[in-house]
């Protein structure tokens, strides 16, 4: 009894967490050049949050979109290729490739050439494959009618109504030239939920550098001065507040103008696509370094003084318009030591495109600015903060440093664009390496650099940071010969984009194979794990060995997938489950080999007819757990009930592994 109540929530958990994705809806028209030429338009509409793959992609990515004209012979010829609009481009660390995607919306046109005047309609198939932040659908083919006009009609009846349904999206008139190949990079898809937390990081980022910039020679002296300021020259305590905080409000308005007018120049679509291109690395790398050198010592980075007196005239003026350029007067004097922190933050939120560099500047806007107002309302803390020394340039020190540091990754970006392999793993982790080990050095004493006072003695604060500091560096040696160093995924270049691609850490690396004979039918997977890719053969096998079977509908151009094999299944308590207490059947749904056609037959589901072995393990997935996107996940017993509920793309290891762990312990009930 206890194990049919398990099966029944285990069926009804099935169905409430999986989902049926249909994230792309296609229309066509049909514009008239001459007589006998015509431009074939298929317009893709994409649900939010997902992106479409572009058409050129090397082998190895995922499946690009790709259309086949039907009724082509003696009918019409095809004129070049079909072009595709720009959409977005991003370099994907799984792959180690580049990639084109587009969201919300993309246009594909192919120029045509009649042959036969007898003919009213083209047809034609699309393949193609879509992506979000944590699901990829198997490849999927749809088919297109075009609709030949007979007068001077241009649009049929399909692109009028989705022109009425969307009748805000205005179609994009350039298309890319087609011909050259593309390469292949990470799908991060955007929906509203990963921009917001994207977002959100960027505004806790910004808000800390704001507070970095407080300690700065040029900023921190200014609080007690300015709050003593609206305390004197107020008629009353509550004046003096009130005061205060129109200059703190007044601080974040300046700041997040500064934020608008970025996005305002580069546009807020553009904004992410400049994150891979060459150029916006190059000069960013370059200006980082400059920022660096400035904090380090080498020059200061000034706005002209005359601009400084003109504001610090206006700040004279009494209410609000003075108290406004009062703070505009503190942006423009602390510029020296603010101005590299937020040129950083307007290049690293640049990079995320959107409205980015707003929140950015909003968070460190807010960081500078409640320092004031909240001595103004309380100036007896005053006492409490320590009087200014040596101690602020050390703060601009190690703002350089981490300048330094950063400055490398937009240089990195620029190489893995080119491909030229100049800045390789291991020479990025050797950089790092001498960077971060000089900070230590500098902390400890070791050296000193222009601007510094003399130091007698380090105190305990700054013994303990450059402890910290040290153990990062040594924790980054490892890397140099292929540890993964999960602490800063992301920032190196991948591990395939490394003079040595199978040293210590890699995933699939010698210390992890497994002994004895493989199975018959069987091979390594990810992680060396024996993986069965037939459902049949697989559960044979585990009736055999008496374990629940790890169902693992994947795809090879799935980038989730891969993540979830490198970040998750490589941590030793899930890799030692997948080794020795579950059989895994790993279903590629985007696999290309025919069935047998004796194999072949038409879905219950889909109505469509089941060709490939891709496409069957789609439609299990489909047809049993209502779910059609990967990687997605199913514990069974031998006879294919579910033991726990089904999980998809989850990046907490310690709920991977309980969930791992839930479903063999009803399996042993």
Not at 485 to 494: D, E, R, T, V, Y
Not at 536 to 551: F, I, N, R, S, W
Not at 624 to 652: G, R, W
């Amino acid at each position: 009894m206890k194990n049919i109540i398990i099966t029944l929530l285990s069926l009804f958990s099935a169905s409430a967490f999986a989902q049926m994705y249909n994230p792309v809806k296609w229309s066509t028209s049909v514009e008239k050049i001459s007589e006998k030429e015509y431009i074939l338009k298929a317009k893709a509409v994409i649900q939010s949050g997902w992106h479409l793959y572009g058409q050129y992609i090397e082998e190895g990515g995922p499946s690009p979109t790709a259309f086949t004209f039907k009724n082509q012979p003696h009918n019409f010829e095809l004129i070049g290729k079909t072009t595709e609009d720009k959409g977005h481009e991003t370099v994907d660390k799984i792959f180690d490739m580049k990639i084109k995607y587009f969201e919300d919306k993309a246009l594909f046109t192919q120029k045509i050439k009649f042959i036969s005047d007898n003919i009213s309609n083209v047809a034609a198939e699309v393949d193609f494959m879509v992506c979000d932040d944590s699901n990829c659908l198997p490849p999927s083919a749809e088919e297109l009618a075009f609709k030949i006009p007979t007068g001077k009609k241009l649009a049929s009846a399909e692109e009028t109504a989705a022109v009425k349904q969307d009748s805000i999206i205005t179609e994009e008139k350039t298309v890319s030239k087609t011909g050259e190949k593309k390469s292949q990079g990470e799908i991060t898809a955007s929906p509203k939920k990963t921009r917001s937390r994207g977002l959100l990081t960027i505004f806790i980022l910004a808000f800390l550098s704001g507070f970095a910039a407080l300690l700065t020679p040029c900023v921190f002296p200014m609080i007690p001065m300015t709050v003593s300021f609206f305390t004197k020259q107020s008629k009353s305590k509550a004046a003096g507040i009130r005061n205060a905080m129109i200059y703190g409000i007044s601080i974040v308005i300046i700041y997040v103008l500064l934020g608008s007018i970025v996005t305002a120049v580069f546009g807020a679509d553009s904004l992410n696509a400049l994150s891979t291109n060459v150029w916006f690395n190059l000069v960013f790398f370059i200006l980082l370094v400059v920022f660096a050198c400035s904090f380090l010592g080498a020059f200061e980075i000034v706005l002209p003084s005359s601009l400084a007196s003109k504001v610090d005239s206006q700040a004279d003026r009494g209410g609000l318009i003075g108290i406004f350029f009062m703070a505009l007067a503190l942006a423009i004097v602390s510029f020296s030591c603010t101005g590299p922190i937020v040129g950083t933050l307007l290049v690293e939120a640049a990079s995320k495109g959107g409205i980015a560099p707003i929140v950015g500047m909003l968070g460190f806007s807010i960081a500078i600015a409640l320092p004031f107002s909240l001595f103004a309302a309380f100036p007896g803390w005053l006492n409490a903060l320590p009087k200014s020394g040596g101690w602020l340039n050390t703060v601009k020190v190690v703002l350089g440093f981490l300048e330094l540091a950063l400055a490398f990754k937009f240089l990195s970006n620029a190489d893995l664009v080119l491909q030229l392999h100049w800045l390789e793993r291991e020479v990025f982790l050797a950089i790092w390496i001498a960077v971060f080990g000089m900070l230590a050095f500098y902390l400890f004493g070791k050296i000193t650099l222009p601007h510094d006072s003399p130091l007698n003695h380090i105190s305990v604060g700054r013994l303990g940071f450059g402890l910290i500091v040290l153990s990062f560096t040594i924790y980054l040696i490892p890397g140099l010969w292929g540890a993964p160093l999960k602490l800063i995924s992301g920032f190196p270049p991948p591990m395939q984009y490394s003079e040595s691609t199978n040293g210590l850490g890699v995933s699939g690396n010698s210390e992890l194979k497994i002994t004895g004979p493989l199975p018959a039918e069987a091979e390594h997977g990810p992680q060396n794990i024996i993986t069965f890719h037939d459902y049949d053969k697989g559960m044979d096998y585990a009736k055999k060995a008496e374990k629940p079977v790890l169902l693992d509908f994947t795809g090879y151009a799935c980038v989730n997938c891969r993540k979830m094999e490198e970040l998750v299944w490589s941590d030793p308590k899930v890799l030692g489950v997948l080794n020795n207490d579950v059989v895994l059947i790993s279903l590629y749904v985007d696999d290309k080999k025919e069935l047998p056609e004796n194999e072949q037959y038409i879905s219950e589901t889909t109505g469509k007819k089941i060709k490939t072995i891709g496409n069957k393990w789609s439609d299990l997935q489909i047809k049993t757990y209502k779910a059609n996107a990967q990687p997605f996940y199913v514990i069974v017993d031998h006879k294919s009930n579910s033991l726990t509920e089904t999980s998809a793309y989850n990046p907490d290891v310690k709920e991977y592994y309980n969930w791992l762990q839930s479903g063999i312990k009803n399996f042993k009930k």
